[in-house]
Every structure is written in C-alpha cells, then in structure tokens.
T-cell receptor, first 110, second 117 residues
C-alpha cells in the first residue's frame, strides 16, 4: 500500500463547478500536510498547508481528519486556470520524510 | 525572487555513462530533497539532507546513485552507470526546517529531464 493515496482522476468539470479531491495517508506519525499544484511539464508549487481545524484560501478549502487519516481539498467556482494536477503531501514526524501522492488531474472546461 | 536552480535542464546520454545533476538551493534554506518523477510512479523521494547532512536516502538505488552536498550552495545527484530505466524528471527542492516544529514548505527547481538511450 502506498503511503499517500489519491484518486488519479482525471476530473473533468465545467467552469464554475465545485470539485473535491480526497487523499488518504497510512502513517499515523504524519504531522504536516500540504496540497501542491503541478502544471504540465512544470515543477510542483505549494498551494496551501492543511491545518487540523481546516483552512481556507480564497476559493480553496482544505480539511484534515486525523482519526480517518484523510485530507481533502475543495475548489469552488472553478476557473480554466485551475486545470492542473493536485498533489497531496504528507510529512512524517520530525520532517525526515516528505511524501507526495501521485496526484489528481483536474481539467476545467469552458 | 529567490529560486532553486537546477542544471542541466535536459540531458540525453547513452546507457553506461555517468550523469551528474546539480542543484543550488535557496539561500538560507537548510533542507534539500531530491525527487524523481515518472508517469508510472509519480514523485519518488530519493534523498534528503538537513544542514548538509544526509538523513534519508532509503529511496535511492545505492549501487548506482549517490547524492552529496559539498557545500551549502550545491547539492549533486550522480548516476553511474546510467540505465534506460533511469529516464525521468529529477527535481531538487529546498526548504527551511527549524529544530522543532513540523514539516517544511518546499520550493522546487525546474527539474532535469533525463533520457538514457
């Protein structure tokens, strides 16, 4: 079983739609959680950190459920520019390992 | 803007040749990661350094791969001898991790696209 698992998609949604991505992690010692975004043929870039209480950044909302070892990302009012691969990232206790999920591809169409 | 610099951007080589990839982390960052990305495997962690010391290279094939940080401004990843299955994009990322606290936010270089024929 992979340490971080994501639905690979692709998710095809119209502009303006709300879309949610899920991610599960296997190591209960995981302490820090992030979502990164990767555009085609580019490097991953930090989208947002994920805090225990949940957090929001504009149209993006991240949630963490430690009991279920589950992270989510919600995108509201999707834009064409949101088309990318979204990577769930987990850092193990002590920060010695930062593990990336395989990513979920999102296509937003006009 | 501060950025992680990787060279070369592209490398085409023949099987059996040595490949060296270089990374200049962001000034002031104390952690460096090497990742390999393929369509099949996604981003795989190869090596991790903190304050130039290698802390984890369990994801790296030891017989042919080696990673070093000769100084704070340079990290290298070498493959010798290279094989076609090593073809991938290799990313370097740097971050700052304090002594206590949680995982750091990573900043990635543009990657080295390696093709081994």
């Amino acid at each position: 079983r992979k340490e971080v698992e994501q639905d690979p998609g692709p998710f095809n949604v119209p502009e303006g739609a709300t879309v949610a991505f899920n991610c599960t992690y296997s190591n209960s010692a995981s302490q820090s959680f992030f979502w990164y975004r990767q555009d085609c043929r580019k490097e991953p870039k930090l989208l947002m950190s994920v805090y225990s209480s949940g957090n929001e950044d504009g149209r993006f909302t991240a949630q963490l459920n430690r009991a279920s070892q589950y992270i989510s990302l919600l995108i509201r009012d999707s834009k064409l520019s949101d088309s990318a691969t979204y990577l769930c990232v987990v850092s193990i206790t002590g920060g010695f390992k930062t593990i990336f999920g395989a990513g979920t591809r999102l296509f937003v169409k006009a | 803007d501060a950025r992680v610099t990787q060279t070369p951007r592209h490398k085409v080589t023949e099987m059996g040749q040595e490949v060296t990839m270089r990374c200049q982390p962001i000034l002031g960052h104390n952690t460096v990661f090497w990742y390999r990305q393929t369509m099949m495997q996604g981003l795989e962690l190869l090596a991790y350094f903190r304050n130039r010391a290698p802390l984890d290279d369990s994801g790296m094939p030891k017989d042919r791969f080696s990673a070093e940080m000769p100084d704070a401004t340079l990290a290298t990843l070498k493959i010798q001898p290279s094989e076609p299955r090593d073809s991938a994009v290799y990313f370097c990322a740097s971050g700052f991790k304090p002594l206590t606290g949680f995982g750091e936010k990573l900043f990635f270089g543009s990657g080295t696209q390696l093709s081994v024929l």
